[in-house]
């Protein structure tokens, strides 16, 4: 997401290492899932980001962003508790959860766009025999 792409970094860096931390540790019966949290207020857009004075020359950039990011309030990190303990006593838990009603609806959107890209430059790709 725009403006925050250093914690989006983070987190695709643990996506990638935890997907092959899952595989490693399958045959030993370990299981892992990889919780794809939702938006909770955790002041990630507000103390989160607000480390430096703005710059006047980005105030319409940032004034974009906050018309993007919308008025909605987040729900407190604490009401995940009740769904992330229910995950953690499956016996036979998934891969990956997407944690937030919202947040599934947006993933499964972004996912679909990102298969539509692939599918549009398929041709291309399959010009390579790798």
Sequence with gaps: MATVGYHGAGKAALDSVSEALAMEV????????????GGYDTGLFTAGTTNTEPLARYQPLRTEMEAMWGDAVAPEPQTAAPVIMALAALPHPPRRLILGSQSF????????????LYRSWEHLSRLAPG
């Design 26 to 37: 399958e045959g030993f019966g370990v299981k892992v899932t990889i919780v794809q949290m």
């Design 105 to 116: 609806e947006h993933v499964m959107a972004m996912d679909r766009a990102q298969a539509d």
